[in-house]
């Protein structure tokens, strides 16, 4: 959380579950949601209590929610983030269990989620897939297609063992998600808690949950494609292997691949003959998928020292093997190829007493000598600001 918000600290006489709903103007839903969340606490012999986080609720939320007996925390930080971060620092319990105020899921069976946080567990995510979607619950857009695509990105940038990844009623040690730091004050905070979760190598388990229809009239806070978006744009940033790295790879190898056939050969494809325009595009693919690696290895670096990407000893190992004066090395030794082979291009020209070339031999000189010296030029400015990240912090 920022400045602009409260930070709370559990009060006296813990419980073991808190049932966070965070609200903004759920007046229609909320005393049904209280009512089922402190009938499962009744029901089931949990010691516990309901949080409410409001988030700025207009239509007298925070007074329904103290007259049913839930207890209200007032985060002053716009953002469903927000309200969620306030909050797990203001809960008692010492686990706790959020679901949105909307009477979309169901408080009455809470079981699954307490006994897997019992037993060890410390993110258990709901699967509404296997538990059931009633109908029109879900928009089409969201079931088929972002849902999905999102939580099989997820299962690949990060290796989570999770299906429904966005599914809003989850629980968690309070202590453990605490100790992640999650900042992220809008709906992206549903990923953020995923993602690093993962990178901790804390244990997810999923158990099924229902989805019924939102009991309320008014349209949702949730904005498909705007969310949508600042979720995938989440999991990419925390992901530079996937965004930069084998992006990148493979456009060097491709681009590497090509401008070798090209420079030596004459070769056809399809009966199309491949020639220095197409080395031109080659090198070009060569250019930018250096600088894509070179980002990742940026990236990565400044997600470790700012500590929203773990640190390993392989990720180490590379990243101290990436100095500097190596990278000072091999980008002269670039250049410099660069121009030999430029000297040989101008070599044909005097050749030709300064006259008129053919474009299809020359180029075959000048476009990979003007590639090398291009990758030499990104290697020894990225070597200089990988040596900038590396600087202590200062205090103030």
């Known amino acids: 959380m920022d400045s602009n918000s409260t930070m709370h600290t559990p009060a006296g006489n813990a419980v073991e579950l808190t049932i966070l709903m965070p609200c903004l103007n759920e007046a229609e839903t909320l005393a049904a949601c209280i009512r089922k969340a402190k009938r499962f606490l009744a029901t089931s012999g949990v010691e516990g209590e309901v949080l409410i986080a409001d988030n700025g609720s207009t239509d007298g939320s925070q007074d329904i929610a103290r007259a049913e007996g839930a207890q209200v925390i007032e985060v002053p930080q716009k953002g469903y983030g927000a309200a969620l971060s306030g909050g797990i620092h203001a809960a008692r319990g010492r686990f706790v269990i959020m679901g949105d105020a909307d009477d979309s899921y169901d408080f009455l069976n809470l079981h699954p989620f307490v006994a897997a946080l019992r037993g060890g567990a410390d993110l258990v995510m709901g699967n509404r897939f296997r538990g059931g979607i009633a109908e029109g619950a879900m928009p089409f857009l969201h079931r088929f297609l972002g849902n999905p695509v999102l939580s099989l990105l997820g299962r ?12 809003g009623l989850r629980g968690f040690s309070r202590d453990r998600m605490l100790a992640l730091d999650l900042t992220t004050p809008g709906m992206e905070f549903a990923s953020e808690m995923v993602v690093k979760s993962s990178l901790a190598r804390y244990r997810i388990v999923e158990v099924p949950t229902t989805l019924s229809p939102a009991g309320r009239s008014r349209p949702p806070h949730l904005r498909t494609w705007r969310d949508g978006w600042r979720h995938l744009r989440f999991l990419l ?22 401008m070798v056939v090209i420079a030596t050969t004459r070769p056809t494809l399809g009966g199309i003959s491949l020639d220095v325009h197409t080395l031109s595009y080659a090198g070009a693919a ?73 474009p299809s031999q020359v180029m075959r000189w000048v476009i990979p000598s003007v590639t090398l010296m291009a990758v030499g030029g990104e290697l020894a400015l990225s070597g200089f600001f990988l040596e900038a990240l590396r600087l202590p912090v200062a205090r103030k």
Not at 158 to 165: A, E, L, Q, S, T
């Open 237 to 258: 940033l925390h992901s530079p292997r996937w965004l930069f790295l084998l992006p990148g790879s493979l456009l060097v190898a491709t681009g590497v691949s090509g």
């Open 286 to 358: 060569v250019v930018l998928g250096v600088q894509m690696v070179l980002f990742a290895a940026l990236a990565r670096l400044l997600g470790i020292r700012n500590g929203w990407l773990p640190e390993t000893a392989r990720v180490r190992g590379l990243l101290d093997a990436l100095t500097l004066e190596r990278c000072l090395v091999v980008a002269c030794l670039m250049f410099a190829l660069g121009i030999a082979m430029s000297l040989r291009a101008v070599g044909l020209w005097v050749s030709q007493d300064f006259g008129a070339l053919d």
């Open 156 to 167: 690949l940038f990060f290796g989570v063992p999770v299906r429904d990844f966005h599914c």
